[in-house]
């Protein structure tokens, strides 16, 4: 691991809550988000550092966000990926999802799984299950 562990984790975590509550309108980074929220009981200087690029990032995109359209059509669109094994320490697989009514994103995930797949192909069904499950949710 890069970096050593900060003294005092509080603003690190206080940051990170402050992401994770604004990925509600902000799908660009909740990826990141994701990532850097599995690293609240020991965080490091790395990534105290990637929460700081976060937020120079959200202050340069302040009018980015959520656009939906009056004009587009009503014509669900769901897409789903998942990446086997990404995680180097434990070698568990993350999956996500993006849900569009017309050209508006409606709802979007990324999750990392519990289990660890012993295929690709298992980790991408699971995210396929994952994903077909919201769509029946919101139809």
């Known amino acids: 691991m890069d970096g050593t562990i900060l003294d005092n984790p509080t603003l690190y975590r206080q940051l990170v809550g402050g992401l994770v509550y604004l990925t509600v309108i902000r799908p660009d980074i909740a990826y990141l988000v994701h990532v850097l929220s599995q690293f609240l009981s020991a965080p490091r200087t790395t990534h105290y550092s990637a929460v700081l690029c976060i937020l120079r990032y959200i202050k340069g995109t302040l009018f980015h966000g ?49 289990f660890t797949a012993r295929s690709s192909t298992k980790i991408k069904n699971r995210a396929l299950t994952d994903t077909t499950a919201k769509v029946i949710l919101i139809r």
């Open 66 to 114: 959520l656009y939906f359209s009056a004009h587009s059509s009503l014509s669900l669109q769901a897409y789903s990926d998942a990446d086997w094994a990404g995680d180097p320490i434990d070698r568990r697989s993350t999956t996500g999802y993006c849900l569009f009514l017309g050209d508006s994103l409606i709802s979007w995930r990324a999750k990392k799984q519990t």
